[in-house]
């Protein structure tokens, strides 16, 4: 899909009744998948993406964050960490199946389907320009800003 255009969806998203990714078209797009809401490694990847969010905004990019978590979940987590910006909720894996981030992950032993925490900047023609997967959170929310500042 990279180097591609996007097909679009539409999905429940927080402070809004629904979000069309075609809604965002001539803007730079980040959609960062995460597994679970107020979760360590979720909340701390969130933090990250909160504290430059500034930095987003003037880079000319909005920025997402998408999981399988309902809405009120979404609610509380995102007034909890004071995120300024929207959760998307994916509990039919939508576009978690249209960006391929559902995997088979080991858990205490059990396996388990699940997210595989991944980033994708998508540009402001609605073009695929990069991707991250199995991202390791220290630095990623930084890595992907110097990105978008390049695109």
């Known amino acids: 899909m990279l180097d591609q255009a996007v097909p679009d969806f539409t999905l429940a998203v927080t402070g809004n009744p629904a979000f069309s990714l075609s809604s965002l078209h001539g803007q730079k797009v980040v959609l960062y998948f995460y597994p679970k809401d107020s979760t360590p490694g979720c909340t701390t990847e969130s933090q990250n993406f909160r504290d430059l969010h500034d930095e987003f905004i ?3 990019a909005v920025v997402l964050g998408i999981s399988r978590d309902s809405i009120k979940s979404h ?15 994916d509990p039919d894996e939508t576009a978690c199946n249209l960006f391929g981030v559902m995997k088979l992950k080991n858990m205490y032993g059990k396996q388990l389907r699940g997210i595989e925490r991944s980033t994708f900047v998508i540009d402001a023609a609605g073009i695929l320009r990069r991707e991250w997967r199995g991202v390791k959170v220290p630095g990623h929310a930084q890595e992907v800003l110097d990105y978008i500042k390049a695109l």
């Open 75 to 89: 609610d509380n987590f995102r007034a909890k960490q004071a995120l300024p910006f929207d959760l998307v909720s």
């Open 58 to 60: 003037a880079a000319g």
